[in-house]
């Protein structure tokens, strides 16, 4: 899942704990600057059963480290085909 509107405080473990209710995580991330360290103010969870995406979205609003964020199903990136030319 994507996970938008984070604190810039927010850890990989906090968002792992708060999310840890819906179900087994696999992979947590919380993208950062590469140059200044910051948060970017999302991150990334991973669910071992898809069906943990449900139960986020049905038990909303969701708020960690006093703000409101924003969870939503995130599609891993595809590599485009390459154009054949003949």
């Known amino acids: 899942m994507f996970i938008g509107g984070l604190s810039w405080q927010t850890a990989p473990e906090g968002l792992r704990e708060y999310f840890s209710k819906f ?5 947590v991330m919380v993208m950062k600057d590469p140059t200044t ?3 970017r103010g999302f ?9 943990s995406v449900d139960k ?12 409101k964020i924003d969870p939503k199903i995130a599609f891993p990136k595809r ?6 030319s003949n």
């Open 79 to 84: 590599a485009h085909p390459k154009l054949l």
């Open 37 to 39: 360290r910051r948060s």
């Open 23 to 27: 179900g087994d995580i696999t992979e």
């Open 56 to 67: 986020v979205l049905a038990n909303g609003p969701h708020e960690l480290d006093g703000k």
């Open 43 to 51: 991150g990334f969870v991973t669910f071992a059963d898809p069906s």
